[in-house]
Nanobody
Framework: QVHLLESGGGLVQTGDSLRLSCAVS????????MGWFRQAPGKEREIVAA????????YYADFVKGRFTISGDDAKNTVSLQMNGLKPEDTDLYFC??????????????WGQGTQVTVSS
């Protein structure tokens, strides 16, 4: 069983940057496909970015391409989401997720509790 714990959310202004981290416990994150999702109240959860098991493949939603970067740190067993050029529409609850499937596309099997990102205009 894998446990995921997100951190790094907060309140920022338009154009600012944030770095979200997902601490993975139980197994090495490299044995999973890892992803970041986000969800606004009353809306469906949507994928933001994903990182394949071997780290060679990444996936980004069109609305974050060129602004967000997903990466893994083997030493810390963490997966991060660097978010640059934040916009008010990026305001959401962000979740870390993992799957044993070798695919960067949903569905994912394991979820963290989420970390709130709020971008003021």
């Amino acid at each position: 069983q894998v446990h995921l714990l997100e951190s790094g959310g907060g309140l920022v202004q338009t154009g600012d940057s944030l770095r979200l981290s997902c601490a993975v416990s139980g197994r090495s994150f490299s044995t999973y496909t890892m992803g970041w999702f986000r969800q606004a109240p009353g809306k469906e959860r949507e994928i933001v970015a994903a990182l394949s098991m071997n780290g060679r493949t990444t996936y980004y939603a069109d609305f974050v391409k060129g602004r967000f970067t997903i990466s893994g740190d083997d030493a810390k067993n963490t997966v991060s989401l660097q978010m640059n050029g934040l916009k008010p529409e990026d305001t959401d609850l962000y979740f870390c997720a993992a799957t044993i499937r070798n695919s960067v596309k949903p569905p994912f099997d394991y979820w963290g509790q989420g970390t709130q990102v709020t971008v003021s205009s």
